[in-house]
């Protein structure tokens, strides 16, 4: 079974600085899916950006990006210019993509980001 | 617009009642899921489907049944409410492996508390 680990419950950054979440996960498959969901107070669930495995190129969205690590198992996220609006709960996942197999998610147990004015 | 729409967003109920919690998504998607949010445990699958009368356990389905008669809806059902299934709930769809488009969709969450 696959297993995601967040250990930093939580972290804070000052505005307009960088702040780096980390993410760790456990798997024996080659081919698979990571992501990084945020969660507001709102509690909608946003997705922020996702990496596939058989990609070397790290993914970008705007002010956010990814340092993926296969053979580290690592999957980082990191917030460059950190706005007021990035507090929330961050959430790392990893889904399998495994044709026929139950493709759910695997969340960590999240990261709550305070973001300092 | 592409949505998932869950029903209701809050609901206080007593230990025994029982009650739905609908989920309906217009995206076509064959696979739909429900998780549970518990502080301090991230998300946790409780059933999934893989398309029309095809549903199964996920990790914690203890007390939970789930249908699946038609492609856009997925209601949870709980026949007895305890006050441990007290949680945040989502609802998720998404397209199967191996589409490239893998992303989940999901619903506005249910707070659920059971007194």
């Known amino acids: 079974a696959q297993t995601v680990t967040q250990s930093q419950p939580e972290m804070s950054v000052q505005e307009a600085e960088t702040v780096t979440l980390s993410c760790t996960y456990d798997?024996?498959?080659?081919?698979?899916?990571l992501f990084w969901y945020k969660q507001p107070p709102s509690r909608q669930m946003i997705l922020v950006i996702r990496q596939e495995a058989y990609k070397q190129q790290n993914a970008t969205e705007n002010r956010f990006s990814v340092n993926f690590q296969k053979a580290a198992k690592s999957f980082s996220l990191k917030i460059s210019d950190s706005q007021l609006g990035d507090a929330a709960m961050y959430f790392c996942?990893?889904?399998?993509?495994?044709?026929?197999?139950?493709?759910?998610?695997?969340f960590g147990k999240g990261i709550t980001l305070s973001v300092r004015p | 617009e592409a949505q998932v729409t869950q029903n209701p967003r809050y609901l206080i109920t007593v230990t025994g009642k029982k009650l739905t919690v609908t989920c309906s998504q217009n995206m076509n998607h064959e696979y739909m899921s429900w998780y549970r949010q518990d502080p301090g445990l991230g998300l946790r699958q409780i059933y999934y489907?893989?398309?029309?009368?095809?549903?199964d356990k996920g990790d914690v389905p203890e007390g939970y049944k789930v249908s699946r008669k038609e492609k856009r809806n997925f209601p949870l059902i709980l026949e007895s409410p305890s006050p441990n299934q007290t949680s945040l709930y989502f609802c998720?769809?998404?397209?199967?492996?191996?589409?490239?488009?893998?992303?989940?969709?999901f619903g506005q969450g249910t707070r659920l508390t059971v007194v």
């Open positions: 798997t024996s498959e080659s081919d698979y899916y």
């Open positions: 996942a990893y889904r399998s993509a495994v044709t026929g197999a139950n493709s759910k998610l695997t």
């Open positions: 998720a769809s998404s397209l199967s492996p191996p589409s490239g488009n893998t992303e989940a969709f």
């Open positions: 489907s893989m398309n029309v009368e095809v549903t």
